[in-house]
């Protein structure tokens, strides 16, 4: 989710409201009457997040940023509460999807990824057209491009990150995978080893580990057995490692 690097001000924190049925209530009654009060809305925004209530807290920051629309933290927390509904309902249909097991489910379950998808990619390229800072954000935007098949504009979205070098990795990994489903096979090992096998730049363990495995099935399409054994050497040693480190970490 897109929500690091938020705006200098922001609302009080959800756990510091006295949330409960009684101060929602409360707070429901005094924007019907003045629809003027910022921190109301905050507030019982924050309030419908702890209950779960991702809509209400959507529809309430929409009618904030509507009365104050120049508002950063009244906007990020709008953005905040949209992203949550859409992950809430895509949870929702999947476990639907799953006991269903139907072709009207599984239409229902593509439709609820394609809205989870669109939500980040509006969300992201909103942020990052207000904050240019905020790069780092083109890893989510990435991957939300990838999901929904546009892989020209994932690509374009990360190339940025190329010469950024603690998301240049990652990065690579998902230009990659892009450049694998449009059938550029050299182009996406390239990126691939970058992903996996750059020592200078900090990777993430497991985008270095899933590199690894598109890679191996990469040398093994090409019929290339040296870089293949050199491309499992690795992922060997780097799932040793992992397991070495879990057992010492839960030893201790």
Known sequence: MPSSGSPSEQPTDPQDSKAGPCRRQELEHRLRDLQTDRDAYL?????????????????????????????????????????????????????????????????????????????????????IARDPEMQHLRLVLGEALYDMERYEEALAELKPLEDVAQHSSTAAFWQGRCHLIMGNDGEAMRYLRNASLRRAVPTHTKVRVAALKLLIDLAERHGLTATLEQYQSTLASLLEAESNAAVKASSS
């Open 43 to 127: 507030e019982l925004a924050s309030i419908y997040r702890i209950e779960n209530r991702p809509l209400n807290a959507a529809q309430t920051l929409k009618k904030a940023h509507e009365v104050f629309p120049n508002d950063t933290s009244i906007l990020w927390e709008w953005e905040e509460a949209r992203l949550a509904r859409s992950m809430q309902q895509l949870g929702e249909v999947r476990e639907m999807a799953a006991k269903a097991k139907s072709a009207l489910a599984d239409t229902e379950l593509e439709r609820s990824q394609t809205d989870w998808a669109t939500c980040r990619i509006s969300v992201c390229q909103a942020r």
